[in-house]
């Protein structure tokens, strides 16, 4: 578990399957990252992180401390085969939409950096999305990563003209 001033990041539990799901079954909060998540592909999500534990990686569910509300996902995986991050360190973040514009995320990932470069042997962490994600981009920016368009490309998982096939690839040095 990770511990910030507002957040408890922990691995997810079978109660936390619900709130899993609406967040990636809203349309809202999918635009720019993919389809929206039947309740079989929430699952599958959930128990593909689970299956990153035994190296050490997997996404936390981010727990408001206020409520106990589950209130996104974030963490680390392997970066995706077939793509120009392949085998790196990628991390990724997701907040439910009735969450938005509250530091959350920001607050979940700085931790998630934190506990990565204490933990972690990689030199670097890398982050991608769409383009068009100018929100995600933004957060990027705003932890300290840097746009590495020599690496960005068109994501097979989507097809030619599909707005979110453009990706840009974004990445962290451990600090000195």
């Not at 936390?16 to 389809?35: I, K, T």
């Not at 981010?62 to 970066?79: H, N, Q, S, V, Y």
């Not at 383009?131 to 990563?145: C, E, T």
């Amino acid at each position: 578990m990770i511990d910030t001033a507002r957040l408890i990041l922990r691995p997810p539990v079978a109660a936390d399957r619900a709130a899993l799901h609406a967040m990636w079954a809203d349309p809202l909060m999918m635009a720019d990252l993919g389809p929206v998540k039947t309740a079989a592909d929430s699952d599958e999500a959930i128990a593909r992180h689970d299956g990153y534990r035994a190296a050490g990686l997997g996404f936390w569910v981010l727990e408001r401390r206020a409520d106990a509300a589950m209130i996104g996902f974030c963490g680390f995986k392997p970066g995706g085969e077939q793509t120009p991050i392949e085998g790196e360190l990628e991390a990724g973040w997701t907040v439910a939409r009735p969450h938005w514009r509250q530091g959350y995320a920001e607050e979940a990932m700085r931790a998630a950096l934190t506990w990565a470069w204490a933990n972690r042997p990689e030199p670097r962490a890398v982050a991608i999305t769409a383009a068009r994600n100018a929100k995600s981009r933004a957060l990027m920016a705003r932890l300290g990563m840097a746009h590495c368009p020599e690496r960005d490309f068109d994501h097979f998982r989507f097809a030619a003209g599909d707005p979110l096939r453009a990706t840009v690839v974004y990445a962290i040095g451990r600090p000195a």
